[in-house]
């Protein structure tokens, strides 16, 4: 569903597999309810710059979590952050803003008009609050990782504001590696944590980022480069450690993998999935220096750069998933990798994930990414 295997060597496409076309199809599928799904929750967006919001609609109609059961190791979902400084948006002037409703914003970042979903919990009973900005995977735009997290649910039931960012062009995408000729979505995200914290009230000790797929690549890349504004990061089948990473503060780090994922495979290299997805000129070059190093190998190179002084230790967690965590990083940083056997390039716990099996291959229930990422992120607010 996210993407397809560009040209190991050059910009040539790749040729699919003789099973390629009838999984173009459905993945084409897949993405296109994906949109229909969030975009039933969404507005038209806006058009005025630099930062403009459409009329609010309804709220999602995805339900709230019932139990939030902790995973053994990790620290509850509902449990409190030490609250940081408020951001500009706290001022006693600032705009009431419409809550339990999804919004398309457009601003100007680098000169060009770019665009995020913005969804405030009805519960006022928080402030500052938290922001997490979801990154989507390639292919499937910020209506299609609506879908597929449907964090907006659980952020009304944990009380922050979520961001869902749109990659460029036609078939959407993340600029990971980065390519200089590419936008800038470092400096893109980087600009939709200060529109939200300029309009809302936001904690910035407080910001988080998760991904899935190319938006977990981007997100192991703004942990290198956003260390000053992002307290922690987590990232969905795609954990990687760019090249000259050299992070202004050891960032707490989630992974999330599953063993049989066909895209971003677990033990490194490029899946033989990504042939069945379609491409432009872009998107290939977008992908061209991704390192598709192993999940282990990649979070080693994080634990080394955050001077994690004792080796891994790995525990049973649930059914069929293991962690991974190393301990003594410098600042108190945690790095933590769940490792699903046998699932696909999912997030565990979606519903929407489990209806595209047939693309995306298994996804687990033994845990739920967003209890998962909320309580790492709950647990891991910015020190200074």
């Known amino acids: 569903m996210r993407f397809r295997k560009p040209a190991e060597h050059g910009r040539q496409r790749p040729t699919a ?6 999984r173009a199809v459905v993945g084409a599928a897949v993405i296109a309810v994906a949109a229909a799904i ?29 139990t939030l059961g902790t995973t053994p190791g990790t620290t509850n979902a509902t449990a409190a952050s030490p609250p940081g400084t408020a951001s500009p948006g706290c001022a006693p002037t600032a705009t009431d803003p419409a809550r339990g409703t999804q919004q398309d914003i457009v601003l100007q970042s680098s000169g060009v008009d770019r665009t995020y979903k913005q969804y405030v919990p009805q519960r ?3 402030h500052p609050r938290p922001l997490v900005i979801d990154l989507h995977g390639y292919l499937s735009g910020a209506a299609g990782q609506a879908a597929i997290s449907n964090l907006a649910a659980y952020a009304e039931h944990a009380g922050f504001v979520l961001a869902t960012p749109q990659g460029s062009g036609p078939l959407p995408y993340w ?12 400096q893109f995200i980087s600009d939709v944590i200060d529109d939200v914290s300029g309009r809302l009230c936001i904690d910035p000790a407080r910001i988080y980022v998760d991904g899935l797929s190319n938006g977990a690549f981007l997100s192991s890349l703004i942990a290198c480069r956003l260390a000053d504004k992002v307290a922690a990061v987590a990232t969905v089948a795609g954990l990687m450690f760019p090249a000259g990473c ?3 503060r050891p960032v707490p780090i989630l992974a999330i993998h599953g063993t049989a994922d066909h895209f971003v495979p677990f033990d490194g290299g490029r899946g033989d999935a990504l042939a069945t ?7 290939t070059e977008a992908f061209d220096g991704l390192p598709f190093a192993p999940t282990s190998a990649a979070l080693a190179q994080w634990a080394k750069a955050e001077g994690c002084t004792e080796p891994p230790e790995e525990q049973p967690v649930r059914g069929a998933v293991t962690v991974t965590r190393y301990h003594g990083c410098a600042g108190g940083s945690a790095l933590e990798l769940y ?3 046998g699932a696909g390039h999912t997030w565990p716990g979606s519903a929407f994930s489990q209806a595209s099996a047939a693309v995306l291959g298994p996804t687990t229930t033994d845990i739920d990414a967003n209890e998962l990422i909320w309580a790492f992120f709950a647990a891991h607010p910015m020190t200074r």
Request: hydrophobic residues 40%; contains cysteine.
């Open 339 to 341: 490792v699903v056997a």
């Open 38 to 66: 969030a975009a039933g929750c969404a507005t038209s967006a806006a058009t005025s710059s630099p930062a403009t919001t459409a009329p609010a609609t309804t709220a999602p109609t995805a339900t709230t979590p019932a």
């Open 175 to 186: 600029n990971a590696v980065p390519h200089g000729d590419l936008p800038d979505d470092v």
């Open 17 to 22: 597999s003789s099973g390629a076309p009838a």
């Open 124 to 126: 006022d009973d928080e």
């Open 246 to 248: 050299a992070p202004s």
């Open 277 to 283: 997805l379609a491409w432009n000129n872009e998107t």
